[in-house]
Nanobody, 114 residues
């Protein structure tokens, strides 16, 4: 059974922080985890990815503010989001890639508003 369950979203003010979590249960070898987001009227875009070797890539718009990490023992991937801006408002999706499939979570809403 495949499960990716995100948590940690919510409504915050500009400048605040949030930490998203994604608990993953997949009976395949995962070579990359990622966080993506989709704002209303926009296409889904990559926020950050982390490979099985620990290599990290982040979108220019979040560099210096967001950090992706993983806890292999807990099969969980995190997205620490600091200095949040209104333009970070979106549904955030966890993603896991195996050699055969790409899996998505159900998404968690992040709203940044004063």
């Amino acid at each position: 059974q495949v499960r990716l369950v995100e948590s940690g979203g919510g409504l915050v003010q500009p400048g605040d922080s949030l930490r998203l979590s994604c608990e993953v249960s997949i009976m395949e070898y995962i070579y990359e985890y990622g966080w993506y987001r989709q704002a209303p009227g926009n296409q889904r875009e990559v926020v950050a990815t982390i490979s099985n070797t620990g290599a990290i890539n982040s979108a220019d718009s979040v560099k210096g503010r967001f950090t992706i990490s993983r806890d292999n023992a807990k099969n969980t991937v995190f997205l620490q989001m600091n200095s949040l801006k209104p333009e970070d408002t979106a549904v955030y999706y966890c993603n896991a890639r195996t050699f055969a499939h790409t899996y998505w979570g159900q998404g968690t809403q992040v709203t940044v508003s004063s």
